[in-house]
């Protein structure tokens, strides 16, 4: 079981580009949270997903911002027309049950 | 908005010496958790307590919890120069799909 896979570990985008994240769950479980970290802060929430379903986004930004959670295949959070402000680390965690969360490595998104 | 708030911000030691790091929180939970975050790498998980319990141990690390104050204390004793992180309490209602709120983080450096 590889844990929870995050790719790519960096993304560099030009500003009004497009970012697609993407996060494997560890095998079994089917919930999947998307956390943003910018320098020098905690973690904060943005969504919650289970298979096919976006179960809670509190946390995402209005516009620009979407996650899926496909039957088949990863999860991905998207960011639309990137600005130098989304860059920051973005964390996806999954969980079978309650406590059981697992954290991905992350991925470094840079806007240039 | 942050649920946890850890004390102190950053905190420098010796190796050998103890290091206490603090979290408070707002509203009611049924889990806290202590996380680890070397530079530039994703979340590692350190120890998770329960709201009936009031301390856990795990090798060189002491948690406790008071719920009556709404506040956690992580201990590492006999620190060394490779627990130098930034350490995060993050807490959650305890039940599937409930989100991990995140404190700012403690940045923990230890020199030999």
């Known amino acids: 079981n590889a844990g929870v896979m995050q790719n790519p570990r960096h993304l560099v985008r030009r500003r009004g580009q497009e970012a697609r994240l993407r996060c494997s769950p560890m095998k079994g479980h089917s919930h999947v949270y998307w956390y943003r970290q910018l320098p020098e802060e905690g973690l904060k929430f943005m969504v919650y997903l289970q298979k096919e379903n976006i179960i809670d986004e509190s946390g995402m930004p209005k516009e620009r911002f979407s996650a899926e959670f496909p039957k088949e295949g990863p999860s991905i959070l998207r960011i639309q027309q990137v600005v130098r402000g989304d860059s920051a680390a973005y964390f996806c965690a999954s969980s079978f049950d309650a406590g059981g969360y697992t954290f991905g490595s992350g991925t470094r998104l840079t806007v240039v | 908005s942050q649920q946890g708030e850890e004390d102190p911000q950053a905190l420098s030691i010796q190796e050998g010496e103890n290091a206490t790091m603090n979290c408070s929180y707002k509203t009611s939970i049924n889990n806290l958790q202590w996380y680890r975050q070397n530079s530039g790498r994703g979340l590692v998980h350190l120890i998770l307590?329960?709201?009936?319990?009031r301390e856990k141990h795990s090798g060189r690390l002491r948690v406790t919890l008071d719920t009556s104050k709404k506040s956690s204390s992580l201990l590492i004793t006999a620190s060394r120069a490779a627990d130098t992180a930034s350490y995060f309490c993050a807490t959650d209602a305890g039940q599937a799909g409930t989100a991990l709120i995140f404190g700012k983080g403690t940045t923990l450096s230890v020199s030999s």
């Open positions: 307590i329960r709201s009936n319990e």
